[in-house]
Structure formats: structure tokens, C-alpha cells
């Protein structure tokens, strides 16, 4: 079994930035692909980025030039550092994980709050 602890999520004003970051732990063999994804009320759930094994990264359209995902293989850690926030940022992010093999997990996801 897989748990993701994730963590950095709060409330923050317009232009503001926030960063979150993704624990993994337990039976992790080789971890493949990283990533965040953020669901709004009445919304999908949508991709905010992934992070290859390769460190080639996946951004969506929206948050392309002001959000950059890191990861820390070593430490089984995913990042994300969130600049320039805009209410419609604001959202709950859940963070995803894909091992080789093919299984993958969801976080509980962490609350990102932009308001004045």
C-alpha cells in the first residue's frame, strides 16, 4: 500500500504564491510519473501538472509560465510552487502518483483557497 501525505495548501491573496509539496511512502517499488491535479466546486477534475520519471513535465493551459512541478526521487517527494494565484486557482488539489507497473494513488487532497 501507497500513502501520499500532501501539504503547503492555506489561503492567499490575488498575485500570491503558495507551494505544495507530496509525501510518498510505503510499498513504493519505482515511482513513474508525479503529478497535481485540482477539482472546484461544480467542476472535473483537472490536470495542474505532471512530472515524468525523465523530469519531463506536463503543465495545463492555465497555469503554464506561473506554476513549476518539481520532484525529489530520494525523498519520494512531488512539488508544486504556485506564483501569480488567481481566484479561479482556487480549487482542491490532489496529488497523483503512477508507479511503474502501472498502480496509482490519490492524496486526500489539500485546499487552495485565493481571495482578498
Known amino acids: 500500500q501507497v500513502q501520499l501525505v500532501e501539504s503547503g495548501g492555506g489561503l492567499v491573496q490575488p498575485g500570491g504564491s503558495l507551494r505544495l509539496s507530496c509525501a510518498a511512502s510505503?510499498?513504493?517499488?519505482?515511482?513513474?510519473?508525479m503529478g497535481w491535479y485540482r477539482q472546484a466546486p461544480g467542476n472535473q477534475r483537472e490536470l495542474v501538472a505532471t512530472?515524468?520519471?525523465?523530469?519531463?513535465?506536463n503543465y495545463g493551459d492555465s497555469v503554464k509560465g506561473r506554476f513549476t512541478i518539481s520532484r525529489d526521487n530520494g525523498k519520494k517527494t512531488v512539488n508544486l510552487q504556485m506564483n501569480s494565484l488567481k481566484p479561479e486557482d482556487t480549487a482542491v488539489y490532489y496529488c497523483?502518483?503512477?508507479?511503474?507497473?502501472?498502480?496509482?494513488?490519490w492524496g486526500q487532497g489539500i485546499q487552495v483557497t485565493v481571495s482578498s
Open positions: 510505503g510499498s513504493i517499488v519505482s515511482i513513474n510519473r
Open positions: 512530472i515524468s520519471r525523465f523530469d519531463i513535465s
Open positions: 497523483k502518483v503512477d508507479l511503474l507497473g502501472s498502480k496509482e494513488y
